[in-house]
């Protein structure tokens, strides 16, 4: 189980810090002046921290819920895939509140019906956009950190953005599903068997 959760934070350090350079080099999002940051991306200190336990979270809680097997091939080109859209949400030139969301709508729904087309993967992905959206509005009301005025058109936060946590919580989750699968743990945290 350690084992598990170590990768999964690498896995969420890494991607998630370089998912959010994208949106800190396209101006997306960005942090106020501090002493404490990252060497090269100049982003805070804690935002692997952050990131690598979002995913530590994510990872955990889908095995719980639905524990079909993932290939380590799908929970890569999961991962990939989510790492194209969250470059997508910094880098396409459209408004946000409008194709923008849109664009990042189609592609979750594209993800969702591809890798986790259960009702219990939509259940946990509305969980984690809502808790994911939330943390951040709360984030951005604090000024620990801020997205620019373009995209900040829901509560200080972009409105695309509970659909990158819907992506987030499908790829991570199968990521958590096939990292139990390769440590042969048929009952991780005692799933809840649905009929």
């Given at each position: 189980m350690i084992q598990i959760i170590l990768v999964l934070f690498l896995l969420g350090a890494m991607g998630g810090t370089l998912g959010d350079f994208f949106h800190v080099v396209s101006q997306t999002d960005g942090y106020p002046s501090s002493t404490w940051v990252l060497p090269f991306t100049h982003q805070p200190f804690w935002v692997p921290l952050l990131f690598g336990s979002a995913t530590v979270g994510i990872g955990l809680s889908h095995p719980w819920l639905n524990f079909k097997k993932k290939s380590p091939t799908q929970s890569a080109i999961g991962n990939l895939l989510f790492l194209l859209?969250?470059?997508a949400s910094a880098f396409l030139p459209f408004k946000t509140g409008g194709w923008q969301d849109i664009l990042m709508l189609a592609?979750?729904?594209?993800?969702?019906?591809?890798?986790?087309?259960?009702?219990?993967?939509?259940?946990?992905?509305?969980a984690t956009a809502l808790i994911g959206t939330g943390v951040e509005i709360v984030l951005t009301h604090f000024q620990i950190f801020y997205y620019y005025p373009r995209v900040a058109n829901f509560y200080g936060v972009p409105s695309w953005l509970p659909w990158l946590y819907t992506a987030?919580?499908?790829?991570?989750?199968?990521?958590?599903r096939m990292l139990f699968?390769?440590?042969?743990t048929k009952q991780p945290l005692g799933p809840i068997r649905w009929k």
């Open positions: 859209l969250y470059a592609g979750t729904l594209i993800l969702w019906l591809c890798l986790d087309p259960t009702w219990q993967g939509a259940l946990l992905a509305l987030a919580s499908i790829t991570l989750g199968n990521t958590g699968s390769l440590h042969h």
